[in-house]
């Protein structure tokens, strides 16, 4: 057999790609394929080290395999764990049907090598009983398991349209690659799935953090559906919620292929993979509809379909239904994705149908409103510590009758005062009375003159004891020093606040967990050091959040340019300016958040 005759192993010469092992090889004598083996397994070697991109690495593997075996028809074959088939995951040569085919362990030639763990050469495919005949122009094929840890993961495939096309030499040549190869394979898989948890996490820690302040309920739920898509690429989604009264689900929200319908029908809470979920309290993941008797088509395109339950206080209150034309579509990460977020999307949902029923109710309550926004105005501190270095003013508008924002000075000593700025979760009368709440311990425990970091410390121990469900508050607690001119900062997931020297405006980085909600957290304390015409901005999310008309924010880059500006004036007159830049950026369109500006300014 020449160099050039097919099924020869490829000269050095010949090498195509961008891994070519180097050196000549006579395929007559069989002592010198060793060396181009050990070339060729230091090339892949080199070549599957270098990426831990999954294509990229099937891509090299082909290439390097081709740089030896001259194929026109190539093929990787990944087992999925789940359906326990194998599935192309990377080609050549073969067509679209081919490359969308499912082949079970033990089925041709291909799912028999993974279930038998063996390799096979065959030089005449017609003589295989277990031939798939895929490539009518087929003739011998050349299979080789990819085994990691005593675990079949794939099949290498590699097919001829002549007979006797592949040799000994060929065989041997990729079982000696097939574990190396098997195993860089598993590693890019396992890194994958790592960067997609990670991402999936870093998501759901978004989405949880966006959920809690939206109020309104069908804003909310079209909102998960924005979501939720940025984990799971769904086709179908809707949202059904339990009407206790006339015990059926009611849809709140469903798109279809990304267009909004509306089921106008309503669902026994017994009925279909949606009623399964509530009766059994856990996702119903069902891999084919067509398959489950309990299934209710109200898509006919659906095929996969997950049915997460909404549970609130032990209590079903609704159904997130999620659907997909493809069979097999939803596997366990897309399922754990949806545990995780259920919970914090049936409290989400719960506490907007509670404040719309306070909505509801406001204008009866009018009068008690008025007299409980009396009792926040006077939990305001009446007047400013008076320091020889320091000037202190603040300023406060609720976005409604009664805000979540607080603000307080409390003064330790001729020469201590401490700044407190905090935001309560949620709004109207509970965030106000949850505030006083705070307030009131607060300002017991700073009579003991703790430092920043164990008054927010203490003031979480005091709230974890008092827990109260979806109720936490963001803290900025500060103390000034007015002997030696320093602050000491600690905060508690409130907005960080401004520094300013000279025009010069940066951010303070302190950063902790909101108070009330984990147990046993510990806050970092950061000492500043001022210097005459330093001034310290604490502000509530409600100024760099303010909107438009255009749905604009008003930002950080607007708000350090509003000091910049007026860097020079009085502490009173930086904070009028302020709300001021706000009020005219909102263009008279309503308050959405609480707007609490405190300003320190160094004499």
Same mark, same amino acid.
């Given at each position: 057999?020449?160099?050039?005759?097919?099924?020869?192993?490829?000269?050095?010469?010949?090498?195509?790609?961008?891994?070519?092992?180097?050196?000549?090889?006579?395929?007559?004598?069989?002592?010198?394929?060793?060396?181009?083996?050990?070339?060729?397994?230091?090339?892949?070697?080199?070549?599957?080290?270098?990426?831990?991109?999954?294509?990229?690495?099937?891509?090299?593997?082909?290439?390097?395999?081709?740089?030896?075996?001259?194929?026109?028809?190539?093929?990787?074959?990944?087992?999925?764990?789940?359906?326990?088939?194998?599935?192309?995951?990377?080609?050549?040569?073969?067509?679209?049907?081919?490359?969308?085919?499912?082949?079970?362990?033990?089925?041709?030639?291909?799912?028999?090598?993974?279930?038998?763990?063996?390799?096979?050469?065959?030089?005449?495919?017609?003589?295989?009983?277990?031939?798939?005949?895929?490539?009518?122009?087929?003739?011998?094929?050349?299979?080789?398991?990819?085994?990691?840890?005593?675990?079949?993961?794939?099949?290498?495939?590699?097919?001829?349209?002549?007979?006797?096309?592949?040799?000994?030499?060929?065989?041997?040549?990729?079982?000696?690659?097939?574990?190396?190869?098997?195993?860089?394979?598993?590693?890019?898989?396992?890194?994958?799935?790592?960067?997609?948890?990670?991402?999936?996490?870093?998501?759901?820690?978004?989405?949880?953090?966006?959920?809690?302040?939206?109020?309104?309920?069908?804003?909310?739920?079209?909102?998960?559906?924005?979501?939720?898509?940025?984990?799971?690429?769904?086709?179908?989604?809707?949202?059904?919620?339990?009407?206790?009264?006339?015990?059926?689900?009611?849809?709140?929200?469903?798109?279809?292929?990304?267009?909004?319908?509306?089921?106008?029908?309503?669902?026994?809470?017994?009925?279909?993979?949606?009623?399964?979920?509530?009766?059994?309290?856990?996702?119903?993941?069902?891999?084919?509809?067509?398959?489950?008797?309990?299934?209710?088509?109200?898509?006919?395109?659906?095929?996969?379909?997950?049915?997460?339950?909404?549970?609130?206080?032990?209590?079903?209150?609704?159904?997130?239904?999620?659907?997909?034309?493809?069979?097999?579509?939803?596997?366990?990460?897309?399922?754990?994705?949806?545990?995780?977020?259920?919970?914090?999307?049936?409290?989400?949902?719960?506490?907007?149908?509670?404040?719309?029923?306070?909505?509801?109710?406001?204008?009866?309550?009018?009068?008690?409103?008025?007299?409980?926004?009396?009792?926040?105005?006077?939990?305001?501190?009446?007047?400013?510590?008076?320091?020889?270095?320091?000037?202190?003013?603040?300023?406060?508008?609720?976005?409604?009758?009664?805000?979540?924002?607080?603000?307080?000075?409390?003064?330790?000593?001729?020469?201590?005062?401490?700044?407190?700025? *905090? $935001?309560?979760?949620? %709004? =109207?009368?509970?965030?106000?009375?949850? @505030?006083?709440?705070? #307030?009131? &311990?607060?300002? !017991?425990?700073?009579?003991?003159?703790?430092?920043?970091?164990?008054?927010?410390?203490?003031?979480?121990?005091?709230?974890?004891?008092?827990?109260?469900?979806?109720?936490?508050?963001?803290?900025?607690?500060?103390?000034?020093?007015?002997?030696?001119?320093?602050?000491?900062?600690?905060?508690?997931?409130?907005?960080?606040?401004?520094?300013?020297?000279?025009?010069?405006?940066?951010?303070?980085?302190?950063?902790?967990?909101?108070?009330?909600?984990?147990?046993?957290?510990?806050?970092?304390?950061?000492?500043?050091?001022?210097?005459?015409?330093?001034?310290?901005?604490?502000?509530?999310?409600?100024?760099?959040?303010?909107?438009?008309?255009?749905?604009?924010?008003? *930002? $950080?880059?607007?708000? %350090? =340019?509003?000091?910049?500006?007026?860097? @020079?004036?009085?502490? #009173?007159? &930086?904070?009028? !300016?302020?709300?001021?830049?706000?009020?005219?950026?909102?263009?008279?369109?309503?308050?959405?958040?609480?707007?609490?500006?405190?300003?320190?300014?160094?004499?």
């Amino acid at each position: 057999m020449s160099e050039d005759q097919p099924g020869s192993i490829r000269s050095p010469e010949s090498f195509e790609g961008d891994y070519r092992p180097s050196g000549s090889l006579t395929p007559q004598v069989e002592a010198r394929v060793e060396p181009m083996s050990t070339e060729f397994l230091i090339r892949l070697a080199d070549a599957l080290n270098t990426t831990l991109d999954l294509q990229t690495l099937l891509k090299r593997t082909a290439d390097l395999v081709r740089a030896v075996i001259d194929y026109r028809i190539f093929a990787i074959l990944l087992l999925n764990d789940r359906t326990n088939d194998l599935r192309m995951r990377f080609q050549i040569g073969h067509t679209p049907e081919a490359e969308r085919m499912r082949i079970k362990m033990g089925e041709g030639i291909v799912g028999q090598v993974a279930y038998q763990r063996q390799a096979i050469l065959i030089n005449d495919v017609s003589k295989a009983e277990n031939y798939i005949n895929v490539n009518p122009g087929v003739q011998s094929e050349l299979a080789v398991p990819l085994i990691v840890k005593n675990r079949v993961i794939g099949v290498i495939d590699i097919q001829s349209e002549q007979p006797d096309y592949f040799k000994p030499e060929h065989l041997r040549l990729l079982q000696l690659t097939a574990s190396r190869i098997g195993h860089a394979i598993e590693n890019a898989r396992l890194y994958t799935r790592v960067s997609r948890q990670a991402q999936t996490l870093e998501v759901l820690n978004e989405i949880s953090r966006e959920l809690t302040s939206i109020l309104d309920v069908d804003a909310l739920i079209e909102r998960v559906g924005q979501l939720l898509r940025r984990i799971i690429d769904f086709q179908m989604f809707s949202v059904w919620l339990v009407n206790e009264r006339e015990q059926v689900l009611e849809n709140r929200y469903a798109v279809r292929f990304g267009a909004r319908f509306d089921p106008s029908e309503k669902i026994p809470l017994e009925r279909g993979l949606v009623g399964a979920a509530i009766s059994e309290r856990r996702v119903i993941h069902v891999a084919d509809v067509r398959k489950d008797p309990r299934y209710k088509m109200v898509n006919p395109e659906a095929r996969s379909e997950m049915a997460v339950p909404l549970i609130y206080k032990g209590k079903v209150i609704g159904v997130l239904d999620i659907e997909h034309t493809r069979v097999n579509y939803f596997n366990e990460d897309h399922e754990r994705a949806m545990n995780t977020l259920a919970a914090q999307i049936a409290i989400s949902i719960e506490n907007a149908q509670l404040y719309q029923r306070v909505a509801q109710q406001e204008q009866k309550l009018e009068h008690d409103l008025a007299m409980a926004r009396e009792v926040q105005l006077r939990l305001l501190p009446p007047n400013k510590p008076k320091h020889k270095r320091a000037e202190f003013s603040a300023r406060f508008v609720p976005a409604r009758a009664i805000g979540g924002d607080l603000y307080d000075f409390v003064q330790y000593d001729s020469n201590r005062s401490a700044i407190v700025v *905090g $935001d309560v979760s949620g %709004k =109207a009368a509970p965030a106000a009375l949850y @505030a006083a709440l705070v #307030s009131g &311990i607060m300002r !017991s425990l700073a009579s003991q003159m703790l430092s920043p970091s164990a008054l927010l410390e203490a003031l979480n121990d005091a709230l974890q004891e008092r827990k109260l469900d979806s109720q936490y508050v963001v803290m900025l607690y500060a103390v000034w020093n007015d002997e030696n001119s320093t602050l000491q900062i600690a905060n508690a997931g409130a907005v960080q606040p401004l520094f300013c020297r000279n025009g010069e405006v940066e951010t303070v980085r302190a950063e902790g967990f909101p108070l009330g909600m984990f147990p046993n957290v510990k806050y970092e304390e950061f000492s500043l050091s001022t210097q005459p015409g330093d001034s310290l901005i604490f502000f509530s999310d409600g100024i760099a959040d303010a909107e438009n008309s255009n749905g604009d924010m008003f *930002g $950080d880059d607007r708000l %350090k =340019a509003v000091v910049k500006k007026c860097h @020079a004036k009085p502490a #009173s007159k &930086i904070a009028d !300016s302020i709300l001021a830049e706000v009020s005219k950026f909102q263009g008279g369109r309503e308050r959405f958040d609480d707007e609490t500006v405190v300003v320190l300014k160094v004499l």
